[in-house]
């Protein structure tokens, strides 16, 4: 992609890659809540042990962790979203 | 909740729960791709060591993990979802 000679990236790749995207049936915003003026929100979470439940509803009140509110969700709109459990195992 | 005596418990503690759960505005099905059968996809993952970035956008092609799509739906619905990144780290 270059114009005159300069390569010249699309403004960004973000809307480049969505070019050729086509969003499902009810595809709509995910994130209703959480940091909505953030461009992304990408949480970076560091473990030694144990066990964590992470939210992937985005409607927590204790995000990125899980509190159970995907459980209302489901039910409110038929969905069949649930957390995600990473456990750490010692080697 | 009794019935002559007997403790029933509603139908399903979701709905139940779900009585007084009232969803935002623009609210609806966030996963429209995955097991779509089950009635609830919880994910467990161990872990001993590394990173691993996992999907919340519920579009990944190789879910539980994030494959980047999000960046296209972002685009596509002006959404900000993002993955979440987990580290292990050597107590």
Redesign the interface.
């Known amino acids: 992609f270059s114009v005159m000679g300069v390569n010249t990236r699309p403004i960004s ?3 480049h ?2 070019a050729d ?1 086509v ?11 959480i ?2 003026e ?12 144990g066990k964590k439940v ?1 939210c ?4 927590s009140g204790t995000f ?1 962790l899980c509190d159970g509110t ?22």
Chains 1, 2 share one sequence.
Not at 23 to 28: A, L, M, V, Y
């Open positions: 790749t973000q809307l890659a969505a995207y969003p499902k049936e009810g595809e709509g915003k995910i994130n209703l809540l940091d909505l953030s461009p992304k929100v990408a949480n970076m979470e560091e473990m030694s042990s992470f992937r509803c985005w409607l990125p995907h459980v209302k969700h489901n039910a409110a709109c038929g969905d069949n979203v649930g957390p995600l459990i990473v456990t750490v195992k010692s080697e």
